[in-house]
């Protein structure tokens, strides 16, 4: 059983920045899709950023391209989103996941971004909540 913890949420004004970070545990391959997505308040999860397990490939949502960076670090098993710029509209709770975290999955790079929008990833964390002030 994998376990991913997010941490990092929190209040700031707009304009400011925060740095969301998950860490998995348990039996991990190493090399495996990572994403964060995020839900506002009445609206549906939406997807955020996705990484491949090289960090080569970096699909962003065009709502924060530009503003948010992901980044990961395979030997701590661990991935981290930095968030400049914030918006009141990224207000919301975000979610960090894994797609078959137990398993290696290694998309072609050319092919990622693609593969981003029909994956299903199974491992999530609990949540961490952002709030952007106007």
């Known amino acids: 059983q994998v376990q991913l913890v997010e941490s990092g949420g929190g209040l700031v004004q707009a304009g400011g920045s925060l740095r969301l970070s998950c860490a998995a545990s348990?039996?991990?391959?190493?090399?495996?899709?990572m994403a964060w997505f995020r839900q506002a308040p009445g609206k549906e999860r939406e997807f955020v950023v996705a990484?491949?397990?090289?960090?080569?490939?970096?699909p962003y949502s065009d709502s924060v391209k530009g503003r948010f960076t992901i980044s990961r670090n395979n030997g701590k098993n661990a991935w981290y989103l930095q968030m400049n710029n914030l918006k009141p509209e990224d207000t919301g709770v975000y979610y960090c996941?894994?797609?078959?975290?137990?398993?290696?999955?290694?998309?072609?790079?050319?092919?990622?971004?693609?593969?981003?929008?029909?994956?299903?990833?199974?491992?999530w964390g609990q949540g961490t909540q952002v709030t952007v002030s106007s």
């Open positions: 348990g039996r991990t391959s190493g090399a495996y899709p």
């Open positions: 996941a894994a797609y078959r975290p137990h398993a290696t999955t290694i998309v072609a790079d050319e092919s990622f971004s693609d593969w981003v929008k029909t994956a299903v990833f199974d491992s």
């Open positions: 990484i491949n397990w090289r960090g080569t490939r970096t």
